[in-house]
T-cell receptor, first 110, second 113 residues
């Protein structure tokens, strides 16, 4: 079975402070991991994938297989980063299905 | 947005009535998904389709059925709506060539009273 855990429901930081949104996963094979972002009442948008190792809007995430983690980081939070963030895992089972964590609401305060 | 549109975007219905949500895509994607989003639960897969007339259950399929009679449309039906099915429903498709990235529709807000 595959599982994604996001331990924080809400993370509040001040503008300019570093951000780290935690994500841990449980999967027996080699997973594909994603971060999605959802701004208020909008569709989920792909933020980044671990395969591409790219940086989007200043966010990065590194897959740590030893710790089974895929934490999302940004060195300096901006007000526009306030949103709901979801970590997701795609396993090698049929259907290319995504399993999501419960999400973390990031609030950036001025 | 991968050419995904959902309808209706908002609906209020009474307990016990049937409800059908429609997902339409224009990109000829093979895979389509229905998720529901609820506070404290994130997104959970209801049903998915891997081709015309080929569907399978997700983790929260009870009370829901789906149909896919053509590539571009994936219908989600609540046979007899209950208050526990009040939720936001998201349709999604996958682009296998883009690292199996899933793209989402704008969501359908359903309230069962």
């Amino acid at each position: 079975a595959q599982r994604v855990t996001q331990p924080e429901k809400l993370l509040s930081v001040f503008k300019g402070a570093p951000v780290e949104l935690k994500c841990n996963y449980s999967y027996s094979g080699s997973p594909e991991l994603f971060w999605y972002v959802q701004y208020s009442r909008q569709r989920l948008q792909l933020l980044l994938r671990h395969i591409s190792r790219e940086s989007i809007k200043g966010f990065t995430a590194d897959l740590n297989k030893g710790e089974t983690s895929f934490h999302l980081k940004k060195p300096f939070a901006q007000e526009e980063d306030s949103a709901m963030y979801y970590c997701a895992l795609s396993g090698t089972g049929g259907g290319n299905k995504l399993t999501f964590g419960t999400g973390t609401q990031l609030k950036v305060e001025l | 947005d991968a050419g995904i549109t959902q309808s209706p975007r908002h609906k209020v219905t009474e307990t016990g009535t049937p409800v059908t949500l429609r997902c339409h895509q224009t990109e000829n994607h093979r895979y389509m998904y229905w998720y529901r989003q609820d506070p404290g639960h994130g997104l959970r897969l209801i049903h998915y389709s891997y081709g015309v007339k080929d569907t399978d259950k997700g983790e929260v399929s009870d009370g829901y059925s789906v149909s896919r009679s053509k590539t571009e449309d994936f219908l989600l039906t609540l046979e007899s709506a209950t208050s526990s099915q009040t939720s936001v429903y998201f349709c999604a498709t996958i682009t296998p060539g883009a690292g199996n990235t899933i793209y989402f529709g704008e969501g359908s807000w359903l309230t069962v009273v």
